[in-house]
């Protein structure tokens, strides 16, 4: 009688969350990978294209619709998509680093399945091995909100995905050379705007209407400055959170970042330029796409409008005026601002300071001294499967020690399911720095110049800083961030400049959960991929 009430009470469980996923609806999109001609600078590049594109297809969906993704590799090498900004909510097993997946073998495929559970916004996909992404294959991400959800602002006439970032005329494979002999990469050869160079893509607009232009910076190195000839960028999402709508000339974005403007056609009709240039670099790069009124008779005209170039000020500043919009509903009915994030007391602060330091001659990048390596085996296999020796928990110290002594490991840090930390980014080198945390929003509580000391909580923003994924930190300054530890899993904390991030400045947080409950963990995947140590073993049943 008692195996009856408990098949029962299974059974009714399992219909129970069929149908609470059956809401949701599924989009099941399918890729090929493969290597192409392109021409993005002017010359023959070997690039990746997915289904014969670059960029790649955008990605439309809705709050909590249910992605199926095939994709199927027909490079050379392995292969792994990551999804910049998608939070795959107790679900790890989909980020798409190595870290958490098996490469997808050339000739091979694998189906990644994930939900854009309770999130809106602009992000973008990547691929994240091999240093592929210095060839392509990367596409935009609009997650929209549920036709019942109020936007604190009218529908735009249309919307636009902007994809910029730095670009080499190199081979990406020539690129890895450089970075594997133990040398920084050289200084980009210019910059794209959606795949193409100097004034070669055209967005068309009709007078008097207002657009969305979703800009994110795919690039590998630079931090970028965005505007338009003429016209005013009005700031209202930044990586999912909706902000006060403020009023810019030009907007610096860096490595990693995504936002959305609008922007009103107000101007006399023509066509203007729509301007990308690098932000703290030795020589700045330009490049230019068109803004052509549909009823414009005259080409772009006068000059390139400028921008701030090394200056550093106005950026810190700008960064500074990015606030939420406490009214305004995100994903949910309920305001941004029902949730107080500068009412809860961080548990415990950790400190992440990176460096530039040379390890057996040749170059690396670090965080707190140590150098990322990856293991034979993705960490959130071995973790599952309890494989010793591939990974240990506390191999990353979660304070900067003294000296510079940095040394390779594959490290990880360990945190507890529903912690409340701060984290606080210190930068003592030259450069911008951007830093990206898979699974999570965080919220950019404050940044200055110096050392970070506990009085620098007296000048935190506890009300109404934005939330987002992506942070920069400015030279010889330090950020600092509150999270909430509400995802659990294996996830990549990383510098958005690739070169860095390939050689070392990254490691993995594992959030754990002691009740092995799929109400805080998602099972493993059936179709998971099965590489390194974990070869052989096998997934689950159902």
Same mark, same amino acid.
Not at 203 to 206: L, M, R, W, Y
Not at 424 to 434: C, G, H, K, R, T
């Given at each position: 009688m008692e195996d009856r009430k408990l098949l029962l009470c299974c059974f009714i469980a399992c219909i129970l969350f069929v149908d609470v996923n059956g809401e949701n609806p599924y989009r099941y999109i399918t890729w090929k990978v493969t290597y192409g001609d392109i021409y993005p600078l002017g010359v023959k590049q070997q690039g990746i294209?997915?289904? !014969? %594109?670059? =960029? !790649? =297809? %955008?990605?439309?969906? #809705?709050?909590?619709? &249910?992605?199926?993704? $095939? #994709? *199927? &590799? *027909?490079?050379n090498e392995p292969f792994l998509i990551s999804w910049n900004g998608v939070q795959q909510r107790r679900n790890s097993w989909q980020d798409g680093v190595s870290g958490t997946n098996c490469p997808i073998r050339p000739g091979k495929n694998f189906t990644y399945v994930l939900q854009v559970k309770d999130q809106i916004g602009s992000f973008f996909y990547f691929p994240s091995l091999l240093l592929h992404k210095a060839a392509g294959g990367y596409g935009g991400i609009r997650i929209w909100s549920r036709p019942k959800i109020p936007v604190p602002f009218p529908t735009p006439a249309g919307d636009f995905t902007v994809l910029a970032g730095d670009w080499y005329k190199r081979n990406h494979y020539v690129l890895r050379r450089f970075l594997d002999s133990g040398h920084n990469l050289p200084f980009p050869d210019g910059l794209l705007i959606n795949g193409r160079g100097w004034n070669g893509y055209t967005?068309? #607009?009709?007078p008097g209407r207002t657009y969305r232009f979703r800009v994110s910076n795919v690039g590998l190195t630079t931090s970028i400055n965005f505007r338009i000839q003429g016209h005013k960028l009005k700031l209202i999402e930044v990586e999912g959170s909706h902000t006060l709508q403020n009023t810019y000339t030009s907007f610096d974005i860096h490595l990693g970042q995504s936002c959305s403007f609008l922007v009103t056609a107000d101007q006399v009709p023509q066509d203007y330029y729509v301007v990308v240039s690098s932000r703290f670099t030795r020589r700045v790069l330009t490049t230019t796409a068109i803004l052509h009124y549909s009823n414009s008779k005259k080409g772009v005209s006068g000059p390139v409008p400028g921008a701030p170039t090394f200056q550093i000020a106005p950026s810190v500043q700008q960064a500074r005026s990015i606030r939420w919009n406490l009214t305004a509903s995100g994903p949910r009915p309920n305001p941004q601002g029902s949730y107080h994030y500068g009412m809860i007391t961080p548990s415990r602060t950790i400190m992440l300071a990176n460096s530039a330091p040379y390890i057996n001659g040749k170059q690396r990048y670090a965080v707190n001294c140590v150098s990322y390596v990856p293991a034979d085996t993705p960490l959130k296999l071995a973790d599952y499967f309890k494989i010793p020796g591939v990974f240990n928990l506390g191999s990353i110290p979660t304070w900067p020690p003294s000296g510079n002594n940095a040394y390779f490991q594959t490290s990880v840090m360990a945190a507890n399911f529903r912690e409340y930390v701060e984290i606080?980014?210190? &930068?003592?080198?030259? $450069? #911008?720095? $951007?830093w990206h945390i898979d699974g999570y929003s965080f919220f950019v509580v404050g940044m200055d110049g110096g050392q970070w000391t506990a009085a620098s909580r007296a000048n935190y923003n506890l009300r109404d800083t934005v939330a987002r994924c992506t942070t920069q930190v400015y030279p010889r300054s330090w950020t600092a961030i509150y999270m909430a530890l509400d995802n659990v899993g294996m996830w990549n904390i990383r510098s958005e400049n690739w070169a860095r991030q390939y050689l070392g400045q990254q490691f993995y947080l594992r959030v754990y959960s002691p009740a092995n409950s799929w109400r805080d963990e998602l099972p493993i995947p059936k179709n998971a991929l099965l590489c390194g140590r974990a070869r052989g073993r096998h997934t689950r049943p159902l």
């Open positions: 294209l997915i289904n !014969g %594109q670059f =960029p !790649g =297809p %955008q990605i439309d969906a #809705v709050t909590n619709d &249910n992605l199926i993704i $095939s #994709v *199927y &590799n *027909y490079l967005f068309t #607009v009709d606080v980014f210190q &930068n003592w080198e030259d $450069s #911008v720095q $951007s």
